[in-house]
């Protein structure tokens, strides 16, 4: 099963600069709405760990940038759950221009589990491993 959320992005002029072209520094932000829609919808929340004692820093996040989103664009990211054993949480991003279809960015993303003394957990914190077995994660 494919876990995915896409959410269409509202392109504020304050995030535009004098070209009129989005600031790179912007990029992140898409990506955390994207990840705070994802959470929302299977329930996979910043405060769902907060209540579970842990925390889910990230430590990996790159971009990629294929061409300019410009003030009054109305583009799409679309976020992707990818599957892993180890005791983190992955995510592949694509913005996207619906007029067209043409890409705009990618990206990923890496988040670990750390303890709320602030330690790394290397093992997947129980609330998780029910997590991916409720939305069958490993199952073809």
């Known amino acids: 099963m494919v876990l995915k959320a896409t959410k ?8 535009v600069d004098s070209m009129n072209v989005v600031w790179h ?3 992140p932000l898409y990506f955390e709405d994207a990840r705070e829609l994802f959470g929302a919808k299977y329930n996979l929340t910043y405060m769902g760990f907060f209540r579970h004692g842990y925390f889910a820093p990230l430590v990996e996040l790159s971009f990629q940038y294929r061409k300019p989103i410009r003030y009054g664009m109305h583009p799409c990211i679309d976020i992707i759950y ?47 491993d029910e997590w991916r077995k409720r939305w069958k994660v490993f199952e073809e």
């Open 82 to 128: 990818r599957p892993t054993e180890a005791a983190k949480i992955v995510f592949d991003y694509t913005i996207y221009d619906p007029a067209d279809n043409s890409v705009i960015a990618t990206g990923h993303s890496v988040q670990v589990f750390m303890d709320s003394d602030y330690q790394l957990v290397l093992y997947s914190p129980p609330f998780y």
């Open 8 to 15: 269409v992005l509202d392109i504020r002029f304050s995030e």
């Open 25 to 27: 520094g912007s990029y």
